[in-house]
């Protein structure tokens, strides 16, 4: 009958999302409520917008989070550009290309389509061939699939969009903070990312960014609430959404932060603090440790004898992929890591479940402690399970990576 | 240039949220992370649900959070019960009601009003007259308008609903856990509440419940997600939102545990802890607890001379809204109280800009200290600026208010 006090099992988490948090982050946690419109709020608030704009490498004026998990920022940025009957394209290669498909078709747009086996990428000039076919208004596309661990380049696609006045948006969600995102350079207009990946902030908050052409459409389709000072407004082109209608949240988080909803407090603080610890460590040097411990695992993977899944040439630096060995379920393998190891690794979706097994190296959980935990106990439950491997190569291999490394590993 | 560590002044926060939240709570949410099916994770999921329907007073199969704030809950119920064309009926006696109607139309409802001079509350009779004249699908009403301070009596009106197979959501954000609100006994199909209130948890989450009939209605408009096992379906009546889509959100929080978003893990934590305290506390002694400072706080500023604003006998029993003397600025009272005092307390919305002052009472910072801390400030900072009050009579009627309970008054 009584709920005991909170115990939860320290995990070593080793999927694509939720990974674990930094302590510090935990920490900043526990600092009290301060007023929405607190003074000292208002700083912390400018300052996470400052330092958004320093992770998504952009000189936007907007960057924020929306409050809600990745996909709320993904239908904040789809439903206040979508306006009922635009042409937007979105080019799909795996499981998160069918979810803003979905949400743009929900937003009224008619969408189209241009697909690609699991586990390949896009050409680019494929997209941009798709692109002078259908001349949408908006090209919505995921630089990150964490459902086959394949990442699309951008920088040609997002060029041809600027020079054609086709407007682009990003689902970075997995990449943001342990992948290369360059906003401005690669010309993207709107880019969306979550918490819980490699930024290492728990789920809960989709900070995105956008530029001025995507501002003039939020502008043009404003309309202002009744029951503010100021009066209401009516527009026929209105935002379908309330909650995630960015020209209001853009005016929250304003100098006039004209009131719309209770910015979620302490995931704000959660978020100031992860930021602030991307910071520190600075961006170039995180993407790199980002590599090294990818380099460590494939590396180990490889020595083990396992079989990577997907085209090796697009692979998510955060996210590594491999074939289930035949006559094994991956269910098993995943039950041994989590029961015996407390190490959890992820299955996927659709076409792929049960083929592939998906091992995460993100934002805090990208360690060499957890590198070597999850080659170790991978080994242990592959043998179990009558896998052929090569015994005691992993870790060896693993660790030579980080003995050659340039620079000492600290973490 | 550098960021300093997460530094936040200690308020006492007597607003109608977000206001302060226990120790515990926040301790709760510095556990580490879990994957979001980790088995243990999905427990905590489970007693959080058991928890809020202890709490919305409630047999419904379904109570679960929505990851977002509290209008994000409000529009999840919206958008996902109404249907473009549909009838809805939303009485409005202040700024939250203009909210909901503002939602409600952005959902594609024929929204029929009746509006209440701010201040009042409807006569069930006058909301009951309404729906026969305008045969809604849904009524929407607000069941603590935080913006005047009123609490709308909901019985008769859901009793009516049921009687008349109209629908009935109400917007308790406000109220939950600080005023009674009976889900069943006053025939309620769906009841949104907020956790940054009377809940006493950090702003981010939403947690709502519903009935049978308006799963009824989820469920004939479910679409699946393509990308996921088990294949798509189309839908013509599919909800607006993909986020916010009840029909989604409620196979990911059943037994099936079907991929949605990524759970809030942390303020999920926060929500269980707080739900938990609420437990040990027990429902009905925490309502009387809101009473017994409420007493105090409107004696005491009886006995200091100030005018209380709003129909008394509808007040709600954590917010009380007063008069701003004649010739003083609310802004100047409200500076003085939260640069001298540290005492936060809130101004309000549209008409009544300026004339009113609004001190919340709710959950954790319903205290008697705080009770006390607020009496102290707002004598000093009315004297202050001008104002006649009658001297030291405040705290001495607050103190005897307390002195009197027929229990102890520990907090």
Redesign the interface.
């Known amino acids: 009958m009584g ?1 005991t006090d ?6 070593t ?1 080793m ?1 694509p ?5 930094d ?1 510090r982050v ?11 419109f ?1 003074p ?2 208002l700083e ?1 608030m400018n ?1 996470t917008m400052d ?1 958004l704009k320093y992770v998504f490498q952009t000189e936007n004026k907007w960057a924020f989070p929306v ?6 920022g993904l ?1 904040a940025v789809l ?1 206040s550009v979508i306006e009922p009957g635009d042409k937007v394209l979105i080019p799909i290669f ?6 803003l ?3 743009a078709s ?2 009224g747009a008619e969408v189209c389509t241009v697909e690609k086996e699991w586990g390949q990428i896009f050409e680019p000039e494929e997209v941009i061939n798709e692109i002078k076919k259908v001349n949408p208004k908006l090209v919505v596309i995921v630089h990150g699939e964490t ?1 086959t661990g394949r990442l699309q380049p951008l920088e040609e696609i997002g060029r041809f969009c600027r020079e054609n006045d086709v407007l682009i948006a990003v689902d970075a969600v997995a990449t943001l903070a342990g992948v290369d995102v360059r906003t401005d350079e690669w010309w993207l207009d709107a880019v969306i990312a ?1 918490t ?1 990946k490699s930024i290492g902030v ?3 908050m989709a900070p995105l960014t956008y530029n001025d052409r995507i501002e003039k459409i939020l502008l043009a389709r404003k309309k202002v ?5 100021g009066g ?1 407004s009516n527009n026929s082109r ?7 209608d960015l020209s209001q949240i853009q005016d929250y988080w304003g100098p006039d932060h004209l ?9 704000l ?2 978020l ?2 992860g930021l ?1 610890i991307i ?1 520190e460590e600075g961006l170039e040097a995180r993407l790199k440790r980002h590599q090294l411990h990818e380099k460590a695992l494939v590396d180990g993977l490889e020595a083990m004898g396992v079989e990577l899944y997907g085209d090796k040439a697009h692979k998510m630096t955060n996210v590594t992929c491999i074939k289930v060995p035949e006559g094994i379920k991956d269910e098993a393998i995943r039950g041994t890591l ?1 029961n015996d190891f407390g190490v ?1 690794i992820a299955t996927t ?2 076409p792929l ?1 049960g083929q592939i097994l998906r091992i995460g190296s993100m934002g805090y959980s990208c360690r060499k402690e957890n590198i070597l935990k999850v080659l170790g106990a991978l080994e242990a439950a592959l043998i179990k399970y009558g896998a052929k491997v090569n015994r005691g190569e992993a870790l060896q291999t693993a660790l030579r990576v980080y003995e050659n490394s340039s620079e000492p590993v600290l973490i």
Chains 1, 2 share one sequence.
Do not use: W
């Not at 409050?67 to 709320?72: E, L, P, Q």
């Not at 209105?238 to 995630?244: A, T, V």
């Open positions: 709920y909170l115990n939860a099992p320290l995990r988490i999927t999302g939720p990974v674990e948090v302590p935990l920490r900043a946690m526990t600092t009290p409520i301060l007023g929405q607190d000292r709020f912390l300052e330092l409050d809600g998990t990745s996909r709320a239908e439903c795996g499981r998160f290309g069918y979810l498909q979905e949400i929900r937003c459902s979550g819980q728990p789920s809960g609430e009744r029951g503010l000072s209401s209105r935002i379908q959404s309330n909650y995630l009131n719309h909803h209770t910015e979620a407090t302490t995931m603080y959660g100031r603090e602030r910071k989590i959890e979706f659709g479940k």
